[in-house]
Structure formats: C-alpha cells, structure tokens
C-alpha cells in the first residue's frame, strides 16, 4: 500500500492560486500513476490530474486544462497540484491518490488514497 499525505489547502480569492503537495511513501513499485481528485460540495468526485512516476509524463482532465499543473520534485516523492486563477466553483476537497496508470486524465486501478486537503474560493 502506498501512504499518501495532502497538504497546502486554504481560503483564497477568486483569482488566487495555491500549490497543493503530496508526500508519498510506501510500497509504489507498481503504483506509478499519481495524481489528484477533487470532490465538491454536493457533488460527485472527479479526477483532474495525473503524472507517471517512471517517465514525468502528465495527463489532465479537459475541465482543469490551462490552470493546472501537476509535477514531482527530484525524489520522486512528493506530488505537486499548482492551481491558478482559482474560482469559486474549485472549491472542494482535494485529494491525493496513487494508482497503476493514468488514463483519461487520473489515476485508475486500485486507487490508493489520501485524506485529503480543503481548498475554499471565495468571490
């Protein structure tokens, strides 16, 4: 199982920007796909981001595309969500996860999970 841990969220205004991070640990040999969800207030969750481990290829669902970056540092173990031009409908719980590959912009296949960090646009 792979551990992961959010951080970063807050309270920002509308046009704002905030850079979530994501330190992993664990058994990730083959957990190589990371990325992030998000869930917002009465609605369902949605994958935004994805990036293999092994190559730093990334993958981002249409919706997010243009104000999201997703990256890793050097080591390989931490997981970045750079989030610009924020707007009040981003706001929701954001989480972390871990999973065998990306595909249609996030992490699929056994999905390990953080706990998730709050991040609230305000207008």
């Known amino acids: 199982q792979v551990q992961l841990v959010e951080s970063g969220g807050g309270s920002v205004q509308a046009g704002g920007s905030l850079r979530l991070s994501c330190a992993v640990s664990g058994y990730t040999l083959t957990k190589i796909a990371l990325g992030w969800f998000r869930q917002g207030p009465g609605k369902e969750r949605e994958g935004i981001s994805c990036?293999?481990?092994?190559?730093?290829?990334?993958f981002y669902a249409d919706s997010v595309k243009g104000r999201v970056t997703v990256s890793l540092d050097d080591s390989k173990n931490t997981v970045f969500l750079q989030m610009n031009d924020l707007k009040p409908e981003d706001t929701a719980m954001y989480y972390c996860?871990?999973?065998?590959?990306?595909?249609?912009?996030?992490?699929?296949?056994?999905?390990?999970w953080g706990q998730g960090t709050q991040v609230t646009v305000s207008s």
């Open positions: 996860a871990a999973g065998k590959y990306c595909k249609s912009g996030y992490p699929q296949g056994d999905n390990d």
């Open positions: 990036i293999y481990r092994t190559t730093g290829i990334t």
